[in-house]
């Protein structure tokens, strides 16, 4: 499907879009796709979630959009520059996937799950509610969040496309 009002989300990278618009991302591994939305002003915003804690950075100047614990904070900003409402906003997560089987209980390689479990936590501490989810499993996605009405398409190899 060819889209005229796509609107690409990178690896750790954020976007919005108001009326219309679909924000996409590919490549959802371990990573998680985070959206909001608020469907009176028709405003949703995606993030493209790497890692759990900008605390694990290493580089002087951070990228936001990296970490679940910076990068939902600052979609909801540039959400609410648009006329967003966070009491309003509702959430749907994919992706988060453990995409390597390994040996042991060493929580450092579970990064897909505590990717999802840092961004409830994130999505909770401002109350926004989980609407839906596809996270989990061992596979990849892609992932495209219509602005019009709130759908999240996910795609994947092993599972075909879905809508949440």
């Known amino acids: 499907m060819i889209q005229d009002n796509l609107i690409k989300v990178g690896m750790a990278d954020l976007n919005v879009a108001h009326l219309t618009g679909v ?3 590919t490549g959802l591994g371990s990573c998680v796709g985070v959206t909001l939305f608020d ?10 979630v790497m890692l759990p804690s900008s605390e694990i950075a290493r580089e002087g100047s951070i990228n936001i959009a990296k970490y679940a614990d910076t990068a939902i904070p600052e979609l909801i900003s540039q959400m609410e520059k648009l ?3 966070v009491g309003r906003m509702e959430a749907k997560l994919a992706g988060g996937a453990q995409m390597f089987a390994f040996a042991g209980n060493n929580d450092t390689m579970r990064i897909g799950p505590r990717n999802v479990e840092s961004c409830k936590e994130m999505l909770n501490k401002y109350r926004i509610p989980i609407k839906a989810e596809d996270t989990g499993a061992n596979y990849g996605r892609t992932i495209e969040f219509h602005c019009e009405s709130g759908m999240l ?12």
């Open 23 to 25: 924000l996409k991302t």
């Open 39 to 48: 469907s009176r002003v028709k405003v949703a915003g995606m993030a493209h």
């Open 83 to 85: 006329g967003a409402n």
């Open 153 to 164: 398409m996910i795609r994947s190899v092993q599972q075909g496309v879905k809508e949440i």
